[in-house]
């Protein structure tokens, strides 16, 4: 046996790679069968996921596009409400997910092709955008791995549950009444627009204008959408069901103090190394 030292980023990463056939005779850090099994057999992945959820919650979640944690929660709760109980499921959820953000992020490149943050924003840019209406095109996102990096928050946040109290695995991904206070705050901002109230559970021959309308309503930067925003800001910094006196009030309280000792020109090319340092 012998250790590989793998230089990435000016990190270390240790890999271990056991030869010949005494690998019964080693120790064993977990029991995955599958041939990927040592990408982080001591779980240091799994430990690094955890400190940075646990500990960088604020840093982690707030991003410019806080926009989406209020999107996805709307999305599913609005599942929940135009399906049957009986046909409720993770696949039909996701899915559902999908198509509306193929709707609400091809209505932002309509409007301004030079968005910046649109997920799906590759496949979407390479459709013909001068037709008149749209379709729904499911192959324009493969994989849910950009939106997920929203979703695993709306657990954290005690705005999405997965599982029962029982920890029984639900049904589909299910709308915390906390989380129906967000969903509601955003259905409030597209409530009038004419993509919700005819278009949005069809996904077929969307009208161009529609989308357009669409995208003048509600935007990733949420400036004009100051109620929603706000209610955002007491999720993340004053949320009346998760503790944060150890997580996000005192996480916001290290961004204000870096904030306040450096410049924005410096932090803009240096934050990452001012804030994990």
Not at 46 to 67: P, R, V
Not at 102 to 121: E, H, K, M, Q, R
Not at 142 to 159: C, H, M
Request: net charge negative.
């Amino acid at each position: 046996r012998f250790f590989v030292n793998l230089f990435q980023n000016n990190s270390i990463c240790y890999g271990i790679i056991i030869l010949g056939d005494k690998m019964s005779k080693c120790p064993l850090f977990n029991d995955i069968k599958k041939k990927d099994a040592f990408r982080s057999s001591l779980g240091i992945e799994e430990t690094i996921n955890t400190m940075q959820s646990d500990l960088c919650q604020a840093i982690g979640n707030n991003t410019s596009y806080a926009y989406y944690y209020a999107f996805i929660t709307w999305a599913f709760y609005d599942y929940e409400l135009n399906t049957n109980k009986e046909d409720y499921s993770f696949g039909g959820a996701y899915e559902y997910l999908k198509k509306q953000n193929f709707f609400f992020s091809l209505s932002y490149i309509l409007n301004d092709p030079t968005v910046v943050g649109a997920i799906g924003y590759d496949y979407i840019n390479r459709m013909d955008l001068d037709a008149n209406s749209f379709s729904y095109q499911e192959q324009y996102l493969q994989s849910l791995q950009s939106l997920e990096y929203y979703y695993a928050s709306l657990d954290t946040l005690l705005l999405l549950k997965n599982d029962s109290l029982d920890g029984d695995k639900l049904s589909h991904p299910t709308i915390t009444e906390y989380g129906k206070e967000l969903a509601v705050e955003f259905e409030k901002v597209i409530s009038n627009t004419d993509y919700y109230k005819k278009y949005r559970l069809s996904g077929v021959n969307t009208p161009r204008e529609v989308l357009i309308q669409l995208a003048n309503t509600v935007d990733l930067h949420l400036t004009k959408n100051k109620e929603l925003k706000e209610c955002l800001k007491n999720i993340f910094f004053d949320n009346k069901y998760v503790d944060l006196e150890d997580g996000l009030r005192s996480t916001k309280d290290y961004v204000l103090y870096i904030d306040s000792k450096y410049d924005i020109s410096y932090l803009k090319n240096n934050m990452r190394n001012v804030i994990y340092d």
